[in-house]
């Protein structure tokens, strides 16, 4: 196997190290910090999908990203009835400065809100062990699916969006947060439907990850941005997030997950 195959890690580990650091002491001082901290990402990825979606206006980025961060700190202070409507509004806001995909801006940017609060939310709620069991989850279905993808290698999951993506990486995923579930289900109250649960939020962060390279696909990029060395940006790194945190919302409204929680 080439050398190459391999040149990004060094940079990606470095870069995974401070991240893992930051995201380490904000998860677990919780409150303000936290919410801070996940405000910042979504303002900062809203700059980045607007940069996507319409390169050609440099001021409407900064604004659209300081009105999400703003948004995101304001609505966890709400009540959910009064917090949605905010967290609509930037996406809305955009539609009026956006000249270019003005539709796919705004499904993305209320994804991204919606993704922050529901993590907030989840941290606020139901405590450090199942904050911490969503960004386990998530980021060992990245990094099985980065390892097997280029040990194994194989059939590709989808060449002309994401050419880089294989089947036996994207069952590797799965593996690995099932493993996780397991793993938490021996010492919290859902039992071994967790794993089932876990290998669920693995798709969801999988079909984030791929809904984020069909974006980049559009805007003739490889990058988000170039904020974080051998990663991209932060919508190259917290895309899985994103769909993992939107489907627990929606599985929590299912399933009542996750049981026995707080």
């Given amino acids: 196997m080439s050398a190459g195959v391999w040149d990004d890690l060094a940079p990606r580990l470095l870069s995974a190290v401070a991240m893992i650091g930051v995201a380490a002491l904000t998860l677990w001082l919780g409150g303000l910090w936290f919410h801070f901290a996940i405000a910042a990402v979504c303002g900062v990825m809203i700059w980045e999908l607007v940069t996507l979606c319409d390169p050609g206006t440099p001021r409407t980025p900064i604004l659209l990203g300081a009105a999400g961060f703003v948004v995101a700190m304001l609505a966890i202070e709400l009540p959910p009835a009064f917090a949605l ?22 499904v993305y940017a209320a994804l991204i809100l919606l993704a922050g609060y529901a993590m907030m939310g989840l941290r606020d709620d139901f405590g450090l062990v199942w904050m911490l069991w969503l960004i386990v989850t998530v980021v060992v279905t990245d990094v099985a699916g980065y390892f097997a993808g280029r040990l194994i290698g194989g059939p590709k999951f989808w060449p002309r969006v994401s050419p880089k993506k294989t089947w036996s990486g994207t069952v590797a995923g799965w593996i690995g947060a099932a493993i996780v579930g397991a793993i938490f289900a021996g010492f919290t109250a859902q039992g071994a439907g967790l794993i089932g649960v876990s290998i669920a939020v693995s798709m969801a962060s999988q079909i984030g990850d791929i809904a984020e390279s069909a974006l980049k696909r559009r805007a003739g990029v490889k990058d988000s941005s170039n904020l974080l060395p051998g990663h991209g940006g932060l919508m190259d790194r917290f895309d899985g997030m994103l769909g993992a945190a939107v489907f627990i919302v929606i599985a929590g409204q299912v399933t009542g997950f996750p049981a026995g929680a707080g």
């Fill in 85 to 106: 409507p905010l967290l609509l509004l930037v996406p809305l806001l955009g539609l009026t400065q956006i000249h270019e995909k003005g539709v796919t801006y705004a």
